[in-house]
């Protein structure tokens, strides 16, 4: 695009400026820094700014809300309901090193959904569609086990810190590329968006999943449930689920990924219920 300036002259739009990027940059780099906290059991560094107690607000009101939409699909009572409690027993027990205080609270909603979720704080649910491909309470423990994971390693607040980071970023792209041409503009907004995509946020998931995965196998071995339940579990997963999309393109590791990293980590898993379970395994 070209403009005239006071003068009559022509006036070209400039290229990108590269010094408002490298300001943003810094900045990120020093919110990155300044927020760092450490993940129980894998010892992994994070960003997180939120506070624990904060986390715990969120979580239980998220909770309410989803037991307010499902009050006529809870399950009070029954086998199924037992099972979910005894398992969120012994796995919040195996997890009190690394408790922050949560007010553990087990449900079991009546859904034809294959899933879990454990929401900071501790509260969790199971949904029934999930019981037929859990198919024993060690494959159940195992699901337990990693949502649960996810909370204790407050993925929640740092895919939220996560984010933050990015925006700042990004705004230092989009000022940067502001005296550009529109179409310039355009392009550079896009190759951004598809970098922050699959160079950043899906791989950023797909770690947090791996991560429940192992902190997961941690607990249930703890807990005393068969860790080499894990990979059956998720094989059976995988055939349930069908034609999935690339890797790369997902959110979650895929189930054979899944696979070969719990056949990794079962030496660990299996030392560790040794040490603390009286049946041997």
Not at 27 to 52: C, D, S
Not at 153 to 171: S, Y
Not at 188 to 205: E, N, R, T
Request: proline share 5%; aromatic share 10%.
């Amino acid at each position: 695009m070209v403009f005239r300036n006071s003068m009559g002259g022509r006036r070209r739009r400039g290229g990108f400026r590269w010094q408002i990027m490298l300001l943003f940059a810094i900045g990120a780099g020093i919110y990155y820094f300044a927020n760092q906290e450490t993940v129980p059991i894998t010892g992994r560094k994070q960003l997180r700014t939120m506070k624990p107690a904060q986390e715990m607000q969120l979580g239980l009101q998220s909770y309410q809300q989803i037991l307010n939409d499902n009050r006529n699909n809870l399950v009070r009572s029954g086998e199924a309901y037992d099972t979910v409690q005894q398992i969120g027993d012994n796995i919040a027990r195996a997890a009190e090193p690394w408790d922050p205080g949560f007010n553990w609270t087990f449900n079991v909603i009546r859904s034809e959904q294959a899933n879990a979720f454990a929401l900071p704080g501790g509260y969790t649910a199971v949904y029934t569609g999930l019981l037929p491909i859990a198919e024993n309470v060690d494959g159940l423990a195992v699901v337990m086990g990693h949502e649960i994971a996810h909370a204790l390693a407050h993925h929640g607040a740092e895919r939220m810190a996560q984010q933050n980071m990015q925006r700042i970023v990004g705004a230092g792209v989009s000022l940067g590329a502001g005296g550009m041409d529109m179409g310039s503009q355009r392009a550079i907004m896009g190759v951004f968006g598809g970098i922050s995509q699959y160079g950043y946020a899906l791989p950023f998931s797909r770690s947090h999943e791996s991560e429940a995965d192992r902190i997961g196998l941690i607990l249930v071995a703890r807990a005393c449930y068969d860790p080499r339940e894990a990979p059956k579990l998720w094989e059976r997963m995988g055939a349930q689920a069908g034609a999935t999309p690339p890797e790369f393109q997902s959110t979650h590791p895929s189930p054979s990924t899944r696979v070969q990293n719990f056949k990794e980590w079962m030496p660990e898993a299996i030392e560790i219920y040794n040490q603390n379970c009286s049946r041997k395994i």
